[in-house]
Protein backbone atom coordinates (compact mmCIF):
# COMPACT_ATOMS: atom_id res chain seq x y z
CA UNK A 1 0.00 0.00 0.00
CA UNK A 2 0.90 3.51 -0.59
CA UNK A 3 2.19 5.42 2.15
CA UNK A 4 3.84 9.05 2.75
CA UNK A 5 6.35 9.11 5.54
CA UNK A 6 8.02 12.59 7.16
CA UNK A 7 11.34 13.04 8.68
CA UNK A 8 13.39 15.75 9.57
CA UNK A 9 11.42 17.33 12.49
CA UNK A 10 13.45 18.30 15.88
CA UNK A 11 13.96 20.50 18.52
CA UNK A 12 15.66 24.16 17.46
CA UNK A 13 16.00 27.43 18.58
CA UNK A 14 13.77 30.19 17.28
CA UNK A 15 15.28 31.80 14.24
CA UNK A 16 16.75 28.20 12.85
CA UNK A 17 16.08 26.10 10.17
CA UNK A 18 14.31 22.59 9.70
CA UNK A 19 13.73 20.78 6.32
CA UNK A 20 10.99 18.36 6.59
CA UNK A 21 10.73 15.33 4.08
CA UNK A 22 7.95 13.60 2.63
CA UNK A 23 9.03 10.46 1.17
CA UNK A 24 6.24 8.16 -0.75
CA UNK A 25 6.86 4.42 -0.90
CA UNK A 26 5.15 1.38 -1.26
CA UNK A 27 3.75 2.24 -5.02
CA UNK A 28 2.62 4.91 -7.28
CA UNK A 29 -0.12 7.06 -7.27
CA UNK A 30 -1.48 10.11 -9.39
CA UNK A 31 -1.20 13.28 -6.86
CA UNK A 32 -3.01 16.24 -7.79
CA UNK A 33 -1.55 18.05 -4.49
CA UNK A 34 1.20 17.09 -2.11
CA UNK A 35 0.54 19.77 1.55
CA UNK A 36 2.20 20.21 4.52
CA UNK A 37 -0.31 20.99 7.40
CA UNK A 38 0.81 21.11 11.22
CA UNK A 39 -1.81 20.76 14.59
CA UNK A 40 -0.51 22.13 18.03
CA UNK A 41 -2.11 20.64 21.04
CA UNK A 42 -5.84 21.28 21.23
CA UNK A 43 -5.60 23.32 17.90
CA UNK A 44 -7.30 22.06 14.41
CA UNK A 45 -4.81 20.77 12.12
CA UNK A 46 -4.33 23.53 9.90
CA UNK A 47 -2.64 24.23 6.24
CA UNK A 48 0.91 25.39 5.99
CA UNK A 49 2.08 24.77 2.54
CA UNK A 50 0.97 23.11 -0.52
CA UNK A 51 2.18 22.11 -4.03
CA UNK A 52 -0.47 21.71 -6.52
CA UNK A 53 0.90 19.29 -9.22
CA UNK A 54 -1.27 21.23 -12.17
CA UNK A 55 0.87 23.74 -13.11
CA UNK A 56 3.59 22.76 -10.55
CA UNK A 57 2.08 25.96 -8.29
CA UNK A 58 2.41 26.64 -4.72
CA UNK A 59 0.49 28.59 -2.23
CA UNK A 60 1.14 28.73 1.35
CA UNK A 61 -0.38 30.17 4.70
CA UNK A 62 -0.06 33.38 5.68
CA UNK A 63 1.55 32.75 8.78
CA UNK A 64 4.12 30.92 7.13
CA UNK A 65 4.33 32.99 3.81
CA UNK A 66 8.34 34.33 3.34
CA UNK A 67 9.96 31.88 5.81
CA UNK A 68 8.77 28.56 3.88
CA UNK A 69 9.04 26.43 0.87
CA UNK A 70 7.48 23.44 -0.64
CA UNK A 71 9.57 21.93 -3.22
CA UNK A 72 9.24 18.42 -5.17
CA UNK A 73 11.75 15.85 -6.05
CA UNK A 74 10.23 13.50 -8.66
CA UNK A 75 12.72 11.28 -9.00
CA UNK A 76 13.20 10.80 -5.44
CA UNK A 77 9.46 10.52 -5.32
CA UNK A 78 10.09 13.13 -2.05
CA UNK A 79 8.30 16.31 -0.92
CA UNK A 80 10.41 18.88 1.26
CA UNK A 81 9.35 21.75 3.55
CA UNK A 82 11.96 23.97 3.84
CA UNK A 83 11.84 26.30 7.24
CA UNK A 84 13.93 29.06 7.78
CA UNK A 85 12.93 32.05 10.58
CA UNK A 86 11.15 29.54 12.58
CA UNK A 87 9.51 30.60 15.49
CA UNK A 88 7.70 29.41 19.08
CA UNK A 89 4.05 29.57 17.48
CA UNK A 90 5.67 27.03 14.55
CA UNK A 91 5.59 24.46 17.00
CA UNK A 92 3.22 21.37 16.28
CA UNK A 93 3.23 18.00 14.41
CA UNK A 94 3.53 18.53 11.14
CA UNK A 95 1.86 16.07 8.30
CA UNK A 96 2.48 15.42 4.83
CA UNK A 97 -1.09 14.90 3.17
CA UNK A 98 -2.00 14.13 -0.42
CA UNK A 99 -4.88 14.46 -2.33
CA UNK A 100 -5.54 11.06 -5.07
CA UNK A 101 -8.51 12.38 -6.88
CA UNK A 102 -9.19 14.71 -9.37
CA UNK A 103 -11.38 17.24 -9.54
CA UNK A 104 -12.30 20.57 -7.59
CA UNK A 105 -10.80 20.86 -3.90
CA UNK A 106 -9.50 23.51 -1.21
CA UNK A 107 -6.22 22.70 -1.31
CA UNK A 108 -6.12 24.03 2.82
CA UNK A 109 -8.51 22.08 4.53
CA UNK A 110 -7.64 18.54 5.35
CA UNK A 111 -10.75 17.04 4.24
CA UNK A 112 -10.05 16.86 0.64
CA UNK A 113 -6.90 14.56 1.33
CA UNK A 114 -7.36 11.31 1.38
CA UNK A 115 -3.23 10.43 2.30
CA UNK A 116 -1.54 11.08 5.29
CA UNK A 117 1.80 10.45 6.91
CA UNK A 118 2.40 9.78 10.69
CA UNK A 119 3.41 13.26 11.32
CA UNK A 120 7.03 14.59 12.58
CA UNK A 121 7.16 16.70 15.74
CA UNK A 122 8.69 20.47 15.41
CA UNK A 123 9.25 22.47 18.45
CA UNK A 124 10.65 25.48 18.36
CA UNK A 125 12.23 27.21 21.82
CA UNK A 126 12.44 30.94 22.53
Known amino acids: QVQLVESGGGLVQAGGSLRLSCTIS????????MGWFRQAPGKEREFVAV????????NYADSVKGRFTITRDNAKNTVYLQMKGLKPEDTAVYYC???????????????????WGQGTQVTVSS
Open 97 to 115: AGRTRSGLYNYAAPVFYDL
Open 26 to 33: GGTFSSYG
Open 51 to 58: FRCSGSST
